[in-house]
């Protein structure tokens, strides 16, 4: 079972609500992950988290919280964001930060901002 | 930050073998090569990774020259389903590892 689920799968948020993304895995993994997606390009690396602790913040404004309350669940809360920040938003998770180890991804959240 | 360079896009006839070329010639002797795909509105989907040695599983081969400056994925037998953007990575110690994705490879299948 390599499986990373998100929800929800569709979003839409006005500029001043407040919202969360989830994402759980129960494949044991440490490392979990948010990437984001605009269209027609390439996935870009927000946050990792590495034993519940963020290891990486890719500069990501500050409206975008990230948070790990344990070891099979990441979200990402929502706050004051802009129509530019619409996109596919990817979770995914690995056994570890190991090079070796593969990461899996969620199938996304699809955020429309209005 | 990405290390390889891939054709933007790649025809292939249904049933035949497709094979996806990549450069990384600045690759370093403990990172890894991985290839994820990507089908449209989907999340990106693991395909095979490697170190060293050619590698081998149910969806493909992964063939690394001696040098390791290269690699090309092998998709034995494509189908229509296989049509989609097809990513090389190379995770970089330096940078924590990070799975950063290029632009791809755009892989059509054609019948």
């Known amino acids: 079972d390599t499986e990373v689920t998100q929800t929800p799968k569709h979003l839409v948020m006005g500029m001043t609500n407040k919202k969360s993304l989830k994402c759980e895995q129960h494949?044991?993994?440490?490392?979990m992950y948010w990437y984001k997606q605009k269209a027609k390009k390439p996935p870009e690396l927000m946050f990792v988290?590495?034993?519940?602790?963020?290891?990486i913040n890719e500069s990501v404004p500050s409206r975008f919280s990230p948070e790990c309350p344990n070891s099979s669940l990441l979200n990402l809360h929502l706050h004051a964001l802009q129509p530019e920040d619409s996109a596919l938003y990817l979770c995914?998770?690995?056994?570890?930060?190991?090079?070796?180890?593969?990461?899996?991804f969620g199938e996304g959240s699809w955020l429309t901002v209005v | 930050d990405a290390k390889t360079t891939q054709p933007t896009s790649m025809d292939c006839a249904e049933g035949r073998a497709a094979n996806l070329p990549c450069n990384h010639s600045?690759?370093?002797?403990?990172?890894?090569v991985y290839w994820y795909r990507q089908i449209h509105s989907q999340g990106p989907q693991y395909i095979i990774h490697?170190?060293?040695n050619n590698e081998t599983n149910e969806m493909a081969s992964l063939i690394i020259t001696e040098d390791r400056k290269s690699s090309t994925l092998i998709l034995p037998h494509a189908t229509l389903r296989d049509t989609a953007v097809y990513y090389c990575?190379?995770?970089?110690?330096?940078?924590?590892?990070?799975?950063?994705f290029g632009a791809g490879t755009i892989l059509r299948v054609k019948s």
């Open positions: 995914a998770s690995s056994p570890d930060r190991n090079s070796g180890n593969t990461i899996y």
């Open positions: 494949m044991g993994h440490r490392a």
């Open positions: 988290y590495s034993y519940e602790k963020l290891s």
């Open positions: 600045t690759i370093s002797g403990n990172e890894y």
């Open positions: 490697g170190l060293k």
């Open positions: 990575i190379v995770r970089v110690a330096e940078y924590g590892n990070k799975l950063v």
